[in-house]
């Protein structure tokens, strides 16, 4: 495994190349490099040495970026690192193409595997949250706890408003998607996702904002940004119609980490009638309900987020765990 590591913003200079990726103050990205997979992670150092590691993985269409308001309330409890997941982020595609849940769960092992960082406090959004269950049930030995916010698992009645986004999985709308909406100004754009993503779109900052108009520009200009997001709701949908043991429910069952589910009563694209038969797959979770976030709590209420992880891990003596943990 090789890594590359630069602070700040990224640099780029090919002229038709995204803009640079934005960094938060206190954070790092690095490319790391495997066989046939090259992926960007991004790391919140902890305050002292020692303390358990932690990983986060986003959801469809998002980045290590959505991690960056809930990993500094973290960062005294856990050495928090977020990946972008192959064809996302600052993650370029996969050598084999490979865009399917089991495909970025292998990734996720591969880099757990590589780094010698496992086992994890591992957190997942969405898309992340398959993904997590799937490494959780297919490796439990990398995985300490598991917190879950909004996790795509499969339901049998689909809302409404999550209709768009599957119908990405069907070939050739991506194309028909992208010329409709291609006057549409990356401001239109962020707009639209934040409606469908925040229980209240209000509570995004004005930095908040420009930052997403800034990815949101960045990932537009990408060359395979629409096959990455139409090969993933694809990978999403057939992991829908997995029956046996290879389902997500059955996976769900299967996992042996403490859990936390995180569910928002305005969630656009998840179900909060799930909240209850996830409580009830995931054996001994620990279920939090947020009324009024959307699809993406971890942004919209970080603070209570953030606190009920360190609720998980005080309850499950990771808090303790490290030489470099105390009081």
């Known amino acids: 495994m090789s890594s590359t590591e630069q602070p700040g913003i990224l640099a780029t200079t090919a002229p038709h190349e995204p803009l640079p990726v934005r960094v938060a103050e206190g954070e790092r990205l690095r490319s790391i490099t495997l066989p046939g997979l090259t992926l960007a992670v991004r790391a919140r150092p902890s305050v002292r040495a020692g303390l358990p590691p932690a990983l986060y993985v986003h959801g469809l ?3 290590s970026q959505n991690w960056s308001t809930l990993m500094p309330l973290l960062e005294d409890v856990v050495d928090g690192e977020a990946i972008d997941l192959p064809g996302f982020g600052d993650s370029p595609p996969p050598d084999d193409g490979n865009y399917s849940v089991a495909g970025h769960a292998r990734a996720v092992i591969r880099y757990l595997d590589a780094s010698g960082r496992g086992p994890v406090q591992l957190i997942g959004n969405s898309l992340g949250g398959a993904v997590a269950t799937r490494v959780a049930a297919a490796r439990p030995d990398l995985v300490r706890t598991l917190t879950l ?5 499969p339901e049998i009645r689909v809302q409404r408003t999550a209709v768009p986004t599957a119908l ?43 930052n997403a108009v800034h990815e949101m520009e960045r990932r537009m200009r990408l060359p395979y940004f629409w096959d990455a997001m139409a090969r993933s709701a694809r990978g999403v949908v057939d992991a829908y119609t997995l029956g046996g043991q290879h389902g997500l429910w059955r996976q769900a069952e299967r996992v042996l980490a403490p859990t936390l589910l995180v569910y928002g ?55 303790g765990f490290g030489s470099g943990s105390g009081g």
């Open 61 to 63: 269409g998002g980045s």
């Open 149 to 153: 916010v909004s996790p795509a698992l």
């Open 168 to 210: 990405l999985a069907v070939p050739g709308i991506t194309s028909l998607f992208s010329r409709l909406t291609r006057d549409m100004t990356a401001e239109q754009r962020v707009r639209g996702v934040l409606g469908l993503c925040y229980g209240d779109p209000r509570r995004v900052t004005a930095e908040g904002f420009a």
């Open 265 to 319: 009563g305005r969630d656009q694209l998840v179900s909060y009638r799930m909240a209850g038969k996830a409580a009830r797959a995931f054996s001994g979770s620990r279920l939090l309900t947020l009324p009024d976030a959307g699809h993406v709590a971890m942004m919209e209420y970080p603070d209570t987020v953030a606190a009920a992880i360190r609720e998980l891990l005080a309850e499950t003596g990771e808090l």
